[in-house]
């Protein structure tokens, strides 16, 4: 069952990412402010869901949510940052875009990188314990689902818009077969 809040301050507000391991593609991070009231009958942790429930759970957030952000980094910067930090941006990025602005971060996991300006809490397994954080979880995945689905078009021999960039048997023989992309992580081991 999830939890209503973790502080019960109403301005709280859930942060995940999605797309950490990935060979290829964006790291995409959310996050939502849902209010009190907020019921959802399928919401739980985006990798418990199936990717139907996942899309009406979307619907649902993006609707009656208080607030939501989307963000991400790009291959460029998780090579440059590495995948930790270029994470932390993208939800740094996401929190940025809230109005009105939370009072507090739940963070899924164990570490991040403070916010300049709000105070936070990090839950490893937050996104199947608080509604906020499965929120981000839904939001993040499915909107990363969506940009590597958008990437799939340009490369199909690599399988995104299944795969959705990660580290799969299929995803590594494509790689050793037509070679990396652009959006490929150099700085992961590929194969």
């Known amino acids: 069952m999830l939890l209503v809040s973790y502080t019960g301050a109403p301005l709280e507000a859930g942060l995940d990412e999605a797309g950490r391991g990935c060979l290829a593609g964006p790291v995409f991070a959310a996050a939502v402010l849902l209010p009190p009231d907020f019921r959802s009958q399928y919401l ?6 199936t990717a139907r429930r996942r899309e009406l759970v979307r ?4 609707r009656e949510a208080v ?31 809230l109005r009105p602005t939370p ?4 963070v899924d996991g164990n570490r991040f990188r403070p916010h300049p300006t709000l ?16 929120a981000a979880s839904v939001l993040a995945k499915t909107f990363r689902d ?15 818009e299944q795969n959705a960039g990660y580290p799969t048997a299929a995803h590594r023989a494509a790689i050793r ?12 081991r590929l194969l």
């Not at 619907?59 to 993006?62: A, F, K, R, S, V």
């Not at 590495?82 to 875009?97: E, G, K, P, V």
Request: aromatic content about 6%; glycine content about 6%; some cysteine.
């Open 44 to 49: 739980n942790d985006s990798k418990q869901l």
């Open 59 to 62: 619907t649902e957030i993006c």
């Open 67 to 97: 607030a939501w952000a989307v963000a991400e980094a790009s291959v460029a910067e998780i090579a440059t940052l590495n995948i930790a930090q270029a994470s932390y941006l993208a939800m740094h990025r996401a929190t940025d875009q």
């Open 103 to 106: 009072v507090h971060l739940l």
């Open 119 to 134: 105070p936070h809490t990090c839950i490893v397994g937050g996104d199947g314990l608080y509604r906020h954080i499965a």
């Open 146 to 160: 969506d940009r590597m689905r958008e990437l799939a078009v340009a490369h199909p021999a690599y399988g995104w």
């Open 177 to 188: 077969e037509h070679g990396p992309t652009e959006h490929h992580r150099m700085g992961f």
